[in-house]
C-alpha cells in the first residue's frame, strides 16, 4: 500500500489500548477516510504531546501518515465545542461508539454519517431525551451501512405501507403483511412511515422503534452481545 499523509481530518476517538510501554494504538473515526487505527507513539509519557487529547467523545483535527494496516498519528488537535458527558449520557455515547466499531468496516468513509454522529454528541451533552437520540443514530448506522430495507412500502406486494395497518419487517427482504408466515419484527404502519421521515419523537411508538433496532442490530452482529448494553443494564438497576 502506497504511503500517504493526511492532515487536518475531523475525528472522534473511538477506542483506545495501550501499545508497547509508551504507546497507545486509537480506533479514529474520521469524516473522510473511516474507520482506522492508528498508533500514537509515546502518547503515554508524561511529555507527550498527545497527552490529555485522546479523549472520547470530542472533535479533533488528526493528522497521521504510512501506509501499512496500521498508520501513525502524528499530530491531534482539539476542537472544542462539545462539553464532557457524565451519567447516562456518557454510558449512551459508549454504546455509539461500540456500535460503530462493530458494524463499520475500517477505511470505509460515511461523512454523512460522521456528521450525525457528531450532532447526536452534541444533543446528548445538551441534556436531550436519550432514547429519541439512541434511535436516531441507530436507524443512522443501519441505513449507512445497508441494512435498513425500505419502510414505505411493502417487499411482498409493492403496495404503500398504511399508518393504520400492522406489518411484520422481515430482515432480509422488508416490510410485509403482518399475518404473514416467517419470522419477523411485528411493527405498526406508523412507526415505520414515521421511521421513513427520521421521527423519533413520538413516545407512543418508542417502544416498537427500540423493538426494531434491537432485532435488526442483532442480527447483523451475529447474536454477539454488546459490553455497553450490559453496563447500561446494571446502571439502570442500581
Known sequence: MARQRIEQQPAFVLHTQPWRETSLIVELFSRDHGRLPLVAKGARRPTSAFRGLLMGFQPLLADWSGGGEVRTLARAEWQGGIPLLAGRALLSAYYLNEL???????????????????????????????????????????????????????????????????????????????????????????????????????????????????????????????????????????
Open 100 to 238: 460503530l466499531v462493530q458494524l463499520m468496516p475500517r477505511e470505509d468513509a460515511h461523512p454523512a454519517l460522521f456528521d450525525e454522529y457528531a450532532e447526536v454528541l452534541r444533543a446528548l451533552s445538551a441534556g436531550q431525551p436519550l432514547e429519541a437520540l439512541l434511535r436516531r443514530f441507530e436507524f443512522a448506522l443501519l441505513a449507512a451501512m445497508g441494512y435498513l430495507p425500505r419502510l414505505d412500502v411493502r417487499a411482498d406486494t409493492g403496495e404503500p405501507v398504511r399508518e393504520d395497518a400492522r406489518y411484520l419487517l422481515i430482515i432480509e427482504e422488508g416490510v410485509v403483511a403482518e399475518g404473514r408466515a416467517g419470522q419477523g419484527a411485528p411493527v405498526s404502519g406508523q412507526a415505520l412511515l414515521q421511521l421513513s421521515r427520521g421521527e423519533f419523537s413520538d413516545a407512543g411508538r418508542r417502544a416498537e422503534l427500540k423493538q426494531l433496532s434491537r432485532s435488526l442490530i442483532s442480527h447483523h452482529l451475529g447474536g454477539k452481545r454488546l459490553e455497553s448494553r450490559r453496563v447500561f443494564t446494571e446502571f439502570a438497576e442500581l
